[in-house]
C-alpha cells in the first residue's frame, strides 16, 4: 500500500517542476529575459547546436542579451507540450522532457510563423524545499527564419 502524503507530496513536486518549465516560456514571452536568466542562476544551459555551455547567471544572459525585443517583448509565444517528469525515488532530484515550439509574429497583422522547434532536457533540484534548475539542454529539431528573433 502506498503512502497517501507521499503521493501528495510527489503530485506537488510535479506541479511545482511543470510550473517552473511554464514559467521559463511565460519570461520569455513576455520579455523578461533577467529572470530567465535567473531561473539557471544554480544551472549549467547547454545547446545542443551550437556547443555551447553555460553557467550561472552571467554567463546565460549573454545568450539572452541576443533576443531582438519589440516594444519589450520578442514577439513570440513559447508552446510546450509532451512534458514527462521522472521524479528521483529520494524525492530531492528529477528528469523532464518536453517538446517546444516557437511561434513569432513581429508586426500586427502578419501571419504568424514557426521559427523554431525542438526538445528541452531537464534537471531539477531541490536542496531547500524549492525545485530549481540544475541543467537544461537544448535540442533543436526544426528551424526556420530566426532573423527576427535572434540579434
Not at 17 to 36: F, H, M, S, W
Not at 57 to 82: C, F, M, Q, W
Request: with cysteine; aromatic share 8%.
Amino acid at each position: 500500500m502506498t503512502d497517501p502524503s507521499r503521493d501528495d507530496e510527489v503530485l506537488a513536486d510535479r506541479a511545482a517542476i511543470t510550473a517552473l518549465v511554464y514559467r521559463y516560456a511565460e519570461l520569455l514571452d513576455t520579455g523578461d529575459l533577467a529572470a530567465v536568466a535567473e531561473l539557471f542562476a544554480h544551472a549549467t544551459w547547454r545547446s545542443e547546436a551550437t556547443g555551447e555551455v553555460r553557467r550561472g547567471i552571467a554567463e546565460v544572459s549573454e545568450v539572452y542579451d541576443r533576443v531582438r525585443l519589440y516594444g519589450g517583448t520578442p514577439r513570440t509565444k513559447h508552446l510546450i507540450t509532451n512534458l514527462v517528469i521522472d521524479m528521483a525515488p529520494d524525492g530531492r532530484s528529477a528528469t523532464a522532457r518536453c517538446s517546444f515550439t516557437v511561434l513569432q509574429g513581429v508586426e500586427p497583422g502578419e501571419p504568424i510563423q514557426a521559427v523554431l522547434s525542438g526538445r528541452y532536457l531537464d534537471r531539477f533540484e531541490k536542496p531547500d524545499g524549492r525545485w530549481r534548475f540544475s541543467d537544461r539542454q537544448f535540442v533543436v529539431d526544426l528551424v526556420g527564419d530566426l532573423r527576427r528573433h535572434f540579434g
